[in-house]
């Protein structure tokens, strides 16, 4: 109900563009005809309202309002329509007042009798009339309270529960917290959200009030918009307000009936909702939304991306994993931009990307994957990176996405004592064994090592430090600091057996927050090592408080001594 205009219709869009759903959108407005040739020509509501006045000389200011008003509503519902069919949705468009409850109770009738089944229900229709309570009519408060409340109850009494897998009320913030001049309104969607419980309680299917807050478009005047400005209120973006419902649909849980789901304010600092950070790999790339999914094309370039000249391999500049890793997550929460990495999973190289020329295109794309557990709160994205033109992947792996990041946990890496103490300098090791230019030296300090486990020193890099001109914000997952545990990982091998691994695949690495600049303690654990030919590895990045940042499980690095010509390779290369 609802569906045909408004945030209905917004909330609408993100449903058909994953599921493509059979939807059928219930409107007081009668299906419009086309529009005139004489009005089609004017966009601004200034040129129209001129138009109109001159085709009706007699008529009043309040008449040309109200024609305007229905023209710009009928737009607005035939637009729909074609965005809702464009994304991939069956529509069928009915037309009947939700507030009359004889009308809609034989349009529930009808539907069940066509299609056999009702599986959903988004009830959104509303109505606003604002005005001071002293200067409310009865009749004028009967008018906002019928399209919700009549409607609801019409829901409840005619739907069957028994086959109903969900029944959403949308709702508003003024029902929780009030709103000036919005007595009957809030008094209207506080009766949604209370039957939402009752029948949440009563019925097999979910039942629940989505309390919104104010849309940058539907039911928010400019006034209105400048009031909310003015209390430090920021207004919900449509994407982000269809994430939020789509998410509502595909995860939410029976028993969370009442929900609020509104911008942050500006002032904001007690908020405990992820805030969206620059992402400096991606930034504002273009990027293109699909069912259940986005994509986008990253041009990889050593002009900008300057930490390639430093990560080469037989003198040509390499991706490397742990920067593949951060386009992986970059791209997973620009997706899903109200949620945060929490985690990676199952992350694999199929193929390195090797640049044969002065750039390679990557194209880099997110699909939600699998429903989370019950008792986290956000999405699982499959993330794979491929070169353009490739039908092969060259990265692959599962991004967590949760309303928060996990609080670090203690890490304590066990007796120093039984760590001998490594000889060969910081310097020596660049210069001999590793691979890796300035950019990512950032080992500072082995403090010691034994035949299954290493401890250093390391620091990360601010994006500026690898990238020409960084998009903004901090990195995901700090790829300087996850490469020096990387390389601590040849620096081991290289004492114990003298040999290279390289990473292929790990089961996961848990993100507990930001990895900065900042100096950090790096664990590096060997849970198996086949004579050198091939380690499992555990990587555990914590501060010097012992709280954890980062934990990597299940490193898969297969090595072999003849890729120790990798560093004598980089060795001649800088003295040329």
Known sequence: TGGARGITAEALLGLAERYRPQLVLVGRRALPDAESPETIRYQEPGQLRALLAAQNRTATPAQIERRLRDLLAARELRRNLERLRAAGAQVDYRSVDVGDGAAFAALIAQIYAQYGRIDGVIHGAGVIEDRLLRDKTPESFARVLAPKVNGALTLAQHLRPEALHFLIFFASVSGRFGNRGQADYAAANEVLSKLALHLDRQWPGRVAALAWGPWRSGMVSPALERAFSERGVSLLEPEVGRQHFVAEIAHGRKGEAELVIAGATEQGSASTQPQQAGLPLIGDLAIQSGPAGVSLKYLLQPARDRYLGDHQLDGRPVLPFAMALELIAETARRGWPDLEVTA?????????????????????????????????????????????GSQLPSYRATVELSDRVPAPPQYQPGDPRRLAPFSPSIDRIYADWLFHGPIFAGIDLIDGINQSEILARIHGATPANCLEAAAGGGWQIDPIAF???????????????????????????????PIGPEPLR???????????MHYSVDIAFFDDHGRLRGLLEGMECPASRTLNRLAAATRVTREL
Do not use: K
Request: proline share 5%; hydrophobic share 40%; charged share 25%.
């Open 344 to 388: 990676v999973r199952d992350m694999r190289v199929f193929r390195g990307i090797t640049l044969q020329a002065a750039q390679a295109e990557l194209q880099i794309s997110a699909r939600a994957a699998t429903t989370p557990p019950a008792e986290r709160v956000g999405i699982d994205v499959d993330v794979e990176i491929r070169l353009a």
């Open 483 to 513: 490469d020096s545990g990387l390389q601590l990982v040849i620096v081991w091998s290289r004492s114990i057996h003298d040999q290279t691994p390289l990473p292929s695949r790990f089961r996961s690495y848990r993100r507990f927050g």
């Open 522 to 532: 790096c664990h590096v654990r060997f849970q198996r090592a086949h004579n050198g």
